[in-house]
């Protein structure tokens, strides 16, 4: 009796255990954890990089996703990241479906994407989504990201600038960064709104200062620099801003519809950040004129470094831009700057002397007398007399036939 009893109870152990079992793949088919997935990996046109697709036909919903991958583990870990995100998102939605809202059509995802090439291992990666929930429910979506196989990098289209909004209004972009799509080609970049309806493009070479650093290097490699079509001179200032005459200087450019180049410092950045701002606002162009204007010849490395590095943060705080060039000041250099910079520094080939003759009349006559194809004019724009001079000598130059253009763009 006792061991039939004893079989019973565990008959009756062993058949709860397996109901509860089905209960558990019953829930758990119920919440789409059970998806089952046919997959499949083709090459793609393109060198190094394949396609995987991944397809579920289930009664609720229908699911087809397809991205590249790259040979780089890292990049292909957060693309799958991405995907990943959107099944589940959509899974969710489906499991949130009252019955009765259902219909005969099952909900379904298609994720599909285009590859933009560049040069240099640049690629554009373009997301398009299409989810349809209920008849009430359904959507298109496009996502941008920017890959750099080289690097292993990888980001969307906000996450490539410092500040996306002030680049948007710098840059006159034809669609917000924050809310752009983006692919680079032929050394443009080219927004298109969420819809994939293309607006406009920019020149690389001016959106690079507004540049991530991680991704400002190679991006600038890709641009292609503007062909020569006139003579130039690029205006020079030094050592402000200054609220007084830095917007005296400002208002006459924007009169005269020219562009020149502002060797800031550090410190005044830091204390006058909406001028900065305004400078690039403006269509001008934010050099690094160290923070504290001392001698860089006389300084370490180290504090050379800071000298450099504080002035490019305030300048990028400030402006949401970073200051490509370098100008030491009194223009003293020497091995050790130099090879801090990166660079030869950013020197000039015309001094008006503004500092010390403090006259608009002396400071015109030595532009005029030296102004030639590819100058570089050094001006401070701390002093009024400066900022006085500067509408006889613009007006001469464009006269000339010169077209003032920032130091980058000579």
């Not at 550090?266 to 690094?288: F, M, T």
Request: charged share 25%; aromatic share 8%; proline share 4%.
């Amino acid at each position: 009796m006792n061991k039939k009893t004893t079989i019973i109870a565990l008959l009756s152990s062993l058949f709860l255990m397996l109901a509860m079992v089905l209960v558990n793949l019953i829930v758990t088919a119920t919440h789409h954890n059970k998806t089952v997935w046919a997959t499949s990996t083709v090459k793609s046109s393109y060198e190094n990089i394949n396609i995987k697709m991944k397809e579920a036909h289930e009664k609720r919903y229908d699911i087809a996703v397809q991205y590249p991958v790259f040979q780089q583990a890292s990049l292909n870990k957060k693309i799958e990241q991405y995907v990943k995100q959107k099944e589940s998102g959509f899974l969710k939605e489906v499991g949130k479906i009252d019955r009765k809202m259902r219909n005969e059509q099952p909900a379904s995802l298609r994720l599909t994407f285009e590859l933009v090439p560049d040069s240099s291992g640049i690629y554009s990666v373009l997301f398009n989504e299409k989810t349809y929930i209920t008849a009430e429910k359904n959507r298109i979506l496009n996502e941008t990201f920017i890959v750099d196989t080289a690097a292993g990098l990888l980001a969307k289209t906000p996450d490539l600038f410092i500040n996306p909004q002030k680049a948007s209004t710098a840059l006159h972009t034809p669609v917000s960064i924050s809310e752009a799509g983006l692919y680079v080609k032929n050394g443009e970049m080219v927004f298109f709104s969420d819809r994939k309806k293309h607006e406009g493009s920019v020149p690389l070479s001016k959106a690079v200062p507004f540049l991530k650093k991680e991704w400002r290097d190679q991006l600038a490699a890709e641009a292609e620099p503007a062909g020569k079509t006139s003579r130039k001179i690029a205006l020079t200032f030094d050592d402000g801003p200054n609220p007084q005459s830095t917007k005296a200087i400002l208002a006459t450019l924007k009169k005269h519809h020219a562009r020149a180049t502002f060797f800031m410092l550090g410190s005044r950045v830091e204390q006058y950040p909406e001028l900065a701002d305004q400078v690039v606002q403006e269509g001008h162009e934010i050099g690094n004129h160290s923070f504290s204007h001392r001698n860089l010849t006389e300084l370490d490395k180290q504090d050379i470094e800071e000298e450099i590095r504080r002035t490019a943060s305030a300048v990028e705080a400030a402006a949401g831009v970073s200051p490509l060039t370098v100008r030491p000041p009194y223009g003293a250099t020497n091995d050790s700057v130099n090879e801090v910079i990166g660079a030869k520094p950013l020197l000039w080939t015309i001094d008006t002397m503004d500092w010390k003759s403090h006259n608009p009349k002396a400071i015109c006559r030595i532009v005029e007398k030296e102004a030639k194809d590819g100058s570089i004019v050094l001006m401070h724009d701390i002093h009024q007399t400066t900022a006085q001079s500067l509408g006889e000598i613009v007006s001469f130059l464009q006269k000339e036939g010169y077209e003032l253009v920032t130091v980058s763009e000579l």
